[in-house]
């Protein structure tokens, strides 16, 4: 589900490997980063609020009131996949 919307590359641990992300003790847990299944996320367009660190509350999360889903569909921002 990784769309050209951001630059960043973010990883998501499945709930099964969080011990062992979290862990001192692992001095080596890149066998974790492997691609998370985009069927088991969501996404939605939020408020560009989120580009500031000082803004760290649970409403910046809310989708934007009168914008469409769509707009985050993969097929309709990157038609032939």
Same mark, same amino acid.
């Given at each position: 589900?990784? &769309? =050209?919307?951001? +630059?960043?590359?973010?990883?998501?641990?499945?709930?099964?490997?969080?011990?062992?992300?979290?862990?001192?003790?692992?001095?080596?847990?890149?066998?974790? &980063?492997?691609?998370?299944?985009?069927?088991?996320? +969501?996404?939605?367009?939020?408020? +560009?609020?989120?580009?500031?660190?000082?803004? =760290?509350?649970?409403?910046?999360?809310?989708?934007?009131?009168?914008?469409?889903?769509?707009?985050? =569909?993969?097929?309709?921002?990157?038609?032939?996949?």
């Amino acid at each position: 589900m990784r &769309l =050209d919307v951001s +630059t960043d590359k973010p990883s998501v641990a499945r709930p099964e490997s969080y011990h062992r992300w979290l862990a001192k003790i692992e001095p080596d847990p890149r066998d974790l &980063l492997v691609p998370y299944p985009s069927e088991a996320m +969501t996404m939605w367009p939020i408020s +560009t609020r989120v580009n500031k660190a000082g803004n =760290d509350d649970a409403a910046i999360l809310e989708p934007i009131v009168g914008m469409s889903r769509a707009c985050c =569909d993969q097929s309709a921002v990157n038609p032939g996949t």
